[in-house]
C-alpha cells in the first residue's frame, strides 16, 4: 500500500477507530470510547484490529497500558486530553493529535507532517477530568 514512510522508521502505529475496517475504517474522535484499536505495522504495512478493552468499554486497564503491550509507539488521533497525555508518555507511546477521516487518511497525515505531537498546549481542555 506505501503509505508508511515517515522518517525511516519502523515500528507500530495505533489509530482509534469507530469501526473494524483496517485502512478504511473512520477514527473515532475519543480514543478512549474508540471501539476498535487499528495497529498499522509500518515495516510491513499490516493491519491488527483490537477490540478496546479499556476502562471506558467496562475493563479495568488503561489504553496505554494495553497498547504498549502490543507494541505500539505512537497513536495518532484526533484530540487527547492532558491527564491522557501524560499516561501515554509514561509507556513511552508517542501522540499525534488532528487526524481526520480514515486509518489512511491519518497516517498520510502523519506522514506528511501534518499531525501536531500532542501537548499540554493542544489538549482537548474538555477531557480534563
Given at each position: 500500500?506505501?503509505?508508511i514512510?515517515?522518517?525511516?522508521?519502523f515500528?507500530k502505529?495505533?489509530?482509534?477507530?469507530?469501526?473494524?475496517?483496517?485502512?478504511?475504517?473512520?477514527?473515532?474522535?475519543h480514543?478512549?470510547?474508540?471501539?476498535?484499536?487499528?495497529?498499522?505495522?509500518?515495516?510491513?504495512?499490516?493491519?491488527?484490529?483490537?477490540?478496546?478493552?479499556?476502562e471506558?468499554?467496562?475493563?479495568?486497564?488503561?489504553?496505554p497500558?494495553?497498547?504498549s503491550?502490543?507494541?505500539?509507539?505512537?497513536?495518532?488521533?484526533?484530540?487527547?486530553?492532558?491527564?491522557?497525555?501524560?499516561?501515554?508518555?509514561?509507556?513511552?507511546?508517542?501522540?499525534?493529535?488532528?487526524?481526520?477521516?480514515?486509518?489512511?487518511?491519518?497516517?498520510?497525515?502523519?506522514?506528511?507532517?501534518?499531525l501536531?505531537?500532542?501537548?499540554?498546549?493542544?489538549?482537548?481542555k474538555?477531557?480534563?477530568?
Amino acid at each position: 500500500m506505501e503509505l508508511i514512510d515517515h522518517i525511516g522508521d519502523f515500528m507500530k502505529v495505533c489509530i482509534p477507530s469507530n469501526e473494524n475496517g483496517g485502512f478504511e475504517a473512520s477514527i473515532c474522535e475519543h480514543f478512549g470510547r474508540a471501539s476498535y484499536y487499528t495497529l498499522v505495522d509500518t515495516e510491513t504495512d499490516t493491519v491488527e484490529v483490537l477490540p478496546n478493552i479499556g476502562e471506558h468499554m467496562g475493563g479495568t486497564r488503561k489504553p496505554p497500558e494495553i497498547l504498549s503491550e502490543s507494541g505500539v509507539e505512537v497513536m495518532l488521533c484526533s484530540g487527547i486530553g492532558p491527564r491522557a497525555i501524560n499516561m501515554f508518555e509514561n509507556y513511552c507511546i508517542d501522540v499525534y493529535v488532528g487526524a481526520k477521516g480514515t486509518v489512511k487518511d491519518a497516517l498520510k497525515s502523519w506522514n506528511t507532517g501534518n499531525l501536531e505531537e500532542a501537548t499540554k498546549e493542544n489538549a482537548c481542555k474538555s477531557h480534563q477530568h
